[in-house]
């Protein structure tokens, strides 16, 4: 493999694509440690844990996975705007049949706001920020 080759897969497949974050990981003993990336070489990687820098030969180390970004926040609002918009279409549709209704606009007074929390609710309880794998031994 040229030189060129090499370095580009050692990139590819190094932990160092996700600086900053909270990896998990499983060594060979079976045991997982979660503490941020440092460095890695060729021979073994460095990861800051609760108790200091920890350094795992690259024979030990089983895997290295990172967490994604939780996107609750986003998922959030979409749910929100999803969910006001569908309220709104459903009170409009149930106020344009109440033609001679003492409150002609009731429907969407009601169905608007309550379709945003649910919608919010949905978008709260949708799972995010999953493990992503950066690493497996061979």
């Not at 694509?17 to 979660?34: D, I, T």
């Amino acid at each position: 493999m040229p030189n060129g080759r090499a370095d580009e897969e050692r990139k590819r497949r190094a932990p160092h694509r996700y600086p900053n974050q909270l990896p998990g990981y499983p060594v060979n003993s079976k045991k997982s440690y979660v503490g941020e990336f440092r460095t890695a070489s060729d021979a073994a990687i460095v990861v800051r844990l609760e108790a200091g820098d920890q350094n795992f030969s690259r024979e030990e180390v089983l895997r290295v996975s990172t967490k994604g970004k939780s996107h609750r926040l986003r998922n959030t609002l979409i749910g929100f705007g999803v969910g006001a918009g569908a309220g709104l279409g459903v009170g409009a549709a149930a106020d344009h049949a109440c033609g001679s209704c003492i409150l002609p606009s009731l429907g969407k007074e009601v169905l608007t706001p309550l379709g945003a929390i649910v919608g919010a609710v949905v978008g709260v309880a949708l799972p995010t920020g999953r493990w992503q794998e950066v690493y497996r031994a061979r």
